[in-house]
């Protein structure tokens, strides 16, 4: 019915409209549009002033609820606090009342019932007692307990005495570690600069022996390419070196942190030691004696 409604108002509106000058149509279209627009206005300013009023009364019935619970809150602890020393009083008397009562019922439990039972009995009745009395406590039993606490810093002393000498012990394996360390590279730079002065003589009288011949542009060319050869050989083995030093050391490192024995980590990397250098020498012999072989058939072969 509404909308029936609205569409006549709006038939009735455009029949107005027709029978008005352009001048009077456009006046009653703005008329139309500002009543609009204020209805419009006036439904949000309702809308508004509602949502703002629901929302006043929903905070102040949540404030009221969290002033209601603070004080809740503080009534029970202000109760607490009132009642905590009277319950820590009932609680600490009833635990003295069953303590004395265990150490007064407590009958003698030994089966012999001969003297030195009957002392042992007294005398842990008589701690038990103690331990609930302190200030009561006879000077004799404070002696005692004095010489307990001395003999137990005793042990405490020898216990970190032969922690520090364990100390002292890892701190000397340690060196030792680092001393063969220093004595392998040592050893192991005065055989790299042997091997290099060997290999260098031997290079030497390979020249000197090449010298003479007719063939002395093919042999020069062959022995700067000896030369490359020789040069890149002494470069890999020198990385070579480098990379096993440094494994070396990465090894003994190990050793130090899981405190091994140092002989037989020093035994066995001198045994791996031998059996790589052997391997290289055995290596580069070969390598010198296919190279002669292959120079040895004559100028027929073209230099690389």
Same mark, same amino acid.
């Given at each position: 019915?509404?909308?029936?409604?609205?569409?006549?108002?709006?038939?009735?509106?455009? =029949?107005?409209?027709?029978?008005?000058?352009?001048?009077?149509?456009?006046?009653?279209?703005?008329?139309?549009?500002?009543?609009?627009? &204020?209805?419009?206005?006036?439904?949000?300013? @309702?809308? $508004?002033?509602?949502?703002?009023?629901?929302?006043?009364?929903?905070?102040?019935?949540?404030?009221?609820?969290?002033?209601?619970?603070?004080? &809740? $809150?503080?009534?029970?602890?202000?109760?607490?606090?009132?009642?905590?020393?009277?319950?820590?009083?009932?609680?600490?008397?009833?635990?003295?009342?069953?303590?004395?009562? @265990?150490?007064?019922?407590?009958?003698?439990?030994?089966?012999?019932?001969?003297?030195?039972?009957?002392?042992?009995?007294?005398?842990?009745?008589?701690?038990?007692?103690?331990?609930?009395?302190?200030?009561?406590?006879?000077?004799?039993?404070? &002696?005692?307990?004095? =010489? !307990? !606490?001395?003999?137990?810093?005793?042990?405490?002393?020898?216990?970190?005495?032969?922690?520090?000498?364990?100390?002292?012990?890892? /701190?000397?394996?340690?060196?030792?570690?680092?001393?063969?360390?220093?004595?392998?590279? #040592? !050893?192991?730079?005065?055989?790299?600069?042997?091997?290099?002065?060997?290999?260098?003589?031997?290079?030497?009288?390979?020249?000197?022996?090449?010298?003479?011949?007719? /063939?002395?542009?093919?042999?020069?060319?062959?022995?700067?390419?000896?030369?490359?050869?020789? %040069?890149?050989?002494?470069?890999? %083995?020198?990385?070579?070196?480098?990379?096993?030093?440094?494994?070396?050391?990465?090894?003994?490192?190990?050793? #130090?942190?899981?405190?091994?024995?140092?002989?037989?980590?020093?035994?066995?990397?001198? /045994? !791996?030691?031998?059996?790589?250098?052997?391997?290289?020498?055995? &290596?580069?012999?070969?390598?010198?004696?296919?190279?002669?072989?292959?120079?040895?058939?004559?100028?027929?072969?073209?230099?690389?």
């Amino acid at each position: 019915m509404s909308s029936r409604q609205h569409l006549i108002a709006e038939m009735e509106l455009v =029949h107005t409209l027709s029978k008005l000058t352009p001048e009077e149509r456009k006046v009653e279209v703005r008329r139309q549009m500002y009543v609009e627009l &204020k209805a419009v206005e006036m439904e949000r300013r @309702q809308t $508004a002033a509602l949502e703002t009023l629901a929302k006043s009364e929903r905070d102040r019935e949540e404030t009221q609820k969290v002033t209601e619970s603070l004080k &809740k $809150a503080s009534m029970e602890k202000d109760r607490r606090r009132q009642e905590a020393p009277k319950e820590r009083q009932q609680n600490q008397l009833k635990q003295e009342r069953l303590q004395w009562q @265990q150490v007064m019922l407590k009958g003698v439990k030994s089966l012999t019932h001969n003297f030195l039972a009957l002392n042992e009995e007294q005398e842990k009745r008589r701690e038990e007692a103690d331990s609930l009395t302190p200030d009561l406590k006879s000077p004799e039993r404070k &002696k005692k307990t004095l =010489h !307990n !606490n001395w003999v137990a810093e005793k042990e405490m002393y020898r216990k970190t005495a032969e922690v520090r000498e364990t100390l002292q012990s890892m /701190q000397k394996d340690r060196l030792s570690v680092e001393h063969w360390v220093g004595k392998y590279q #040592q !050893n192991h730079e005065k055989k790299r600069e042997k091997r290099r002065l060997k290999a260098e003589a031997q290079h030497e009288e390979y020249i000197a022996s090449k010298s003479h011949g007719p /063939q002395q542009s093919v042999l020069d060319e062959l022995l700067d390419w000896y030369k490359s050869v020789y %040069k890149n050989w002494l470069a890999e %083995k020198e990385m070579e070196t480098e990379r096993k030093t440094a494994e070396v050391r990465e090894t003994l490192q190990s050793m #130090q942190k899981d405190r091994l024995s140092v002989g037989h980590w020093v035994g066995k990397y001198q /045994q !791996n030691h031998e059996k790589k250098r052997e391997k290289r020498r055995l &290596k580069a012999e070969a390598q010198h004696e296919e190279y002669i072989a292959s120079k040895s058939h004559g100028p027929q072969h073209p230099a690389r």
